[in-house]
């Protein structure tokens, strides 16, 4: 197929619904933090975030399913039809999530709502992403066809990029107060109009000419499920498109955005507004690159640019991490002493029915940044409420950093979405060649969605866990006077990523032909 008269129109229908069912999905991980103190108990912060985070992936974890729900639909009855319906179950869920009560109205039935409509989600999104990703490729020319489908590839951080500027905008419309009360929920609710409006541009489309001829001619599979894993030679294709292709890139992509956005904040402590700021400049001076090694997939070859990627990841992770820590790292700054400012107050908390110590620190560097910490001592009958043999205090640091310190972490983290555009903006081209027309839409969708959703999905939950391990590691050797066990416990997250990047690389260099392609033209 050589024309490609209205292939314009073609990336632009699918983009957009690919881009809003990316913005509905990421909505939730951009809103996190403020997530988990809304659905889950706030006993405690950090396994409430722990939580949330859990949440969060439970959405990536079933997005299989919904790749062989929908790819098998798409293989039956057509890919346009099957990622319409995906289209209107993510937006109804994420619609949703944002008129759940919080956890202190309807107490269990919070967390519980939220884990269903999540699990909708990415049932909805295993379906969406594979038909997409077809669609445009049997539309597009073969020798242009990593260029053309790394359109729909930009659709995924452009999503990210989106919900994050939705929140900021948000936020700055609104008081504080009001954003932490019930503005959280305006992108939620805001995403039903970018569906219905991306439904109407969808509803109009064709069929992938390709699928139709199939069709046409009476070859479509009759059992899509049974013909991609039940025959042999396919599901070896399967099998070496997961682990020597969609696993590594998985990782790469979610700690390249979402592990770092949350490293950022969580770790760094730096001010939200500012994290989703240096997050949305860095995402959107990356974005251009999918197209950039899509387009060069079609003249080198997709395998050389994504594992590249991959084994660029493997060694400059902790290098780039340890930057990033350390450029914000208050030890390293000198403190302006005679402008720091600390006051008390006594605040009500509606769930003792006492009160709370607050006690706001504010403190300034001669670099122009600014650390406010706020501790919180819990009362009972007027004293410290003790738990564990010592006050209960909750302490929450923000800092915000000058304006030097901003594009240096807006640098580190481009040059982690520039990672993230070698190894994705080749694959979806990659994995459409791989498998006949009949049973491409179940056969790629799998793959995909066990790398990204499982093996990517669970990145944010595993790498906060093993860091948060190895930080309580160190202080139980700290009380006992032993030697710490980890001299950076804040990179001890990153060897999920590293590791599962170095076996897929390994696995793709031997294993992978580049000549392999299933694709009719």
Same mark, same amino acid.
């Given at each position: 197929?050589?024309?490609?008269?209205?292939?314009?129109?073609?990336?632009?229908?699918?983009?957009?619904?690919?881009?809003?069912?990316?913005?509905?999905?990421?909505?939730?991980?951009?809103?996190?933090?403020?997530?988990?103190?809304?659905?889950?108990?706030?006993?405690?912060?950090?396994?409430?975030?722990?939580?949330?985070?859990?949440?969060?992936?439970?959405?990536?974890?079933?997005?299989?399913?919904?790749?062989?729900?929908?790819?098998?639909?798409?293989?039956?009855?057509?890919?346009?039809?099957?990622?319409?319906?995906?289209?209107?179950?993510?937006?109804?869920?994420?619609?949703?999530?944002?008129?759940?009560?919080?956890?202190?109205?309807?107490?269990?039935?919070?967390?519980?709502?939220?884990?269903?409509?999540?699990?909708?989600?990415?049932?909805?999104?295993?379906?969406?992403?594979?038909?997409?990703?077809?669609?445009?490729?049997?539309?597009?020319?073969?020798?242009?066809?990593?260029?053309?489908?790394?359109?729909?590839?930009?659709?995924?951080?452009?999503?990210?990029?989106?919900?994050?500027?939705?929140?900021?905008?948000?936020?700055?419309?609104?008081?504080?107060?009001?954003?932490?009360?019930?503005?959280?929920?305006?992108?939620?609710?805001?995403?039903?109009?970018?569906?219905?409006?991306?439904?109407?541009?969808?509803?109009?489309?064709?069929?992938?000419?390709?699928?139709?001829?199939?069709?046409?001619?009476?070859?479509?599979?009759?059992?899509?499920?049974?013909?991609?894993?039940?025959?042999?030679?396919?599901?070896?294709?399967?099998?070496?498109?997961?682990?020597?292709?969609?696993?590594?890139?998985?990782?790469?992509?979610?700690?390249?955005?979402?592990?770092?956005?949350?490293?950022?904040?969580?770790?760094?402590?730096?001010?939200?507004?500012?994290?989703?700021?240096?997050?949305?400049?860095?995402?959107?001076?990356?974005?251009?690159?999918?197209?950039?090694?899509?387009?060069?997939?079609?003249?080198?070859?997709?395998?050389?640019?994504?594992?590249? $990627?991959? +084994?660029? @990841? =493997?060694?400059? #992770?902790?290098?780039?991490?340890? *930057?990033?820590?350390? %450029? &914000?790292?208050? /030890?390293?700054?000198?403190?302006?002493?005679?402008?720091?400012?600390?006051?008390?107050?006594?605040?009500?908390?509606?769930?003792?029915?006492?009160?709370?110590?607050?006690?706001?620190?504010?403190?300034?560097?001669?670099?122009?940044?600014?650390?406010?910490?706020?501790?919180?001592?819990?009362?009972?009958?007027?004293?410290?409420?003790?738990?564990?043999?010592?006050?209960?205090?909750?302490?929450?640091?923000?800092?915000?950093?000058?304006?030097?310190?901003?594009?240096?972490?807006?640098?580190?983290?481009?040059?982690?979405?520039?990672?993230?555009?070698?190894?994705?903006?080749?694959?979806?081209?990659?994995?459409?060649?791989?498998?006949?027309?009949?049973?491409?839409?179940?056969?790629?969708?799998?793959?995909?969605?066990?790398?990204?959703?499982?093996?990517? $999905?669970? +990145?944010? @939950? =595993?790498?906060? #866990?093993?860091?948060?391990?190895? *930080?309580?590691?160190? %202080? &139980?050797?700290? /009380?006992?006077?032993?030697?710490?066990?980890?001299?950076?416990?804040?990179?001890?997250?990153?060897?999920?990523?590293?590791?599962?990047?170095?076996?897929?690389?390994?696995?793709?260099?031997?294993?992978?032909?580049?000549?392999?392609?299933?694709?009719?033209?």
């Amino acid at each position: 197929m050589s024309n490609t008269k209205g292939l314009w129109k073609i990336i632009g229908a699918s983009s957009v619904g690919t881009l809003i069912e990316w913005y509905d999905f990421y909505i939730f991980g951009s809103l996190a933090t403020i997530i988990s103190t809304k659905f889950f108990p706030s006993d405690n912060p950090t396994a409430a975030f722990l939580a949330t985070l859990a949440t969060f992936a439970a959405g990536f974890v079933v997005r299989p399913f919904g790749a062989l729900f929908f790819g098998r639909l798409g293989d039956l009855i057509g890919r346009k039809y099957t990622f319409m319906v995906t289209l209107l179950l993510m937006g109804g869920a994420t619609f949703a999530i944002g008129c759940i009560p919080s956890y202190e109205s309807i107490g269990f039935f919070a967390p519980l709502l939220v884990l269903l409509l999540r699990l909708l989600q990415g049932l909805a999104l295993g379906g969406e992403y594979g038909g997409a990703a077809t669609y445009v490729a049997e539309h597009a020319p073969a020798n242009r066809r990593g260029y053309w489908t790394s359109w729909i590839q930009t659709t995924a951080t452009v999503g990210l990029f989106v919900s994050l500027l939705v929140i900021m905008i948000t936020r700055l419309s609104i008081s504080k107060e009001a954003f932490n009360e019930w503005g959280w929920r305006v992108p939620f609710w805001v995403s039903i109009l970018m569906v219905l409006v991306s439904y109407i541009i969808r509803k109009n489309m064709h069929e992938s000419p390709l699928f139709a001829k199939v069709k046409a001619e009476g070859k479509t599979a009759a059992n899509p499920l049974k013909e991609s894993f039940g025959n042999k030679l396919n599901f070896k294709f399967v099998l070496l498109a997961l682990f020597g292709a969609t696993m590594g890139q998985g990782v790469v992509w979610y700690t390249g955005q979402f592990y770092a956005m949350s490293f950022i904040e969580k770790i760094c402590s730096v001010d939200k507004m500012q994290s989703d700021t240096l997050m949305a400049i860095a995402l959107l001076m990356g974005t251009p690159f999918f197209l950039v090694f899509g387009g060069l997939s079609d003249r080198i070859g997709r395998k050389k640019i994504m594992l590249a $990627g991959m +084994l660029i @990841a =493997v060694f400059a #992770y902790r290098p780039i991490y340890e *930057k990033m820590y350390q %450029t &914000v790292n208050l /030890k390293n700054k000198t403190e302006v002493v005679d402008q720091t400012t600390v006051s008390g107050v006594l605040k009500e908390n509606a769930k003792t029915s006492g009160f709370d110590s607050v006690v706001t620190t504010d403190k300034y560097y001669t670099d122009g940044t600014h650390l406010n910490e706020v501790k919180t001592t819990t009362l009972e009958n007027g004293v410290a409420k003790i738990v564990d043999g010592k006050p209960k205090v909750d302490t929450k640091k923000t800092i915000t950093i000058n304006d030097g310190d901003k594009w240096t972490l807006v640098f580190l983290v481009f040059i982690q979405v520039l990672l993230v555009t070698m190894v994705y903006g080749p694959i979806a081209a990659f994995l459409v060649e791989l498998f006949p027309t009949k049973i491409r839409y179940t056969s790629m969708s799998l793959p995909y969605h066990i790398g990204n959703g499982v093996f990517g $999905g669970l +990145l944010p @939950a =595993v790498a906060t #866990y093993l860091a948060s391990k190895a *930080k309580d590691a160190n %202080t &139980v050797a700290e /009380k006992a006077n032993e030697a710490l066990p980890y001299a950076q416990p804040y990179l001890e997250g990153l060897w999920y990523p590293i590791i599962v990047s170095a076996i897929c690389f390994v696995i793709g260099l031997v294993y992978i032909n580049s000549k392999i392609k299933h694709i009719e033209d």
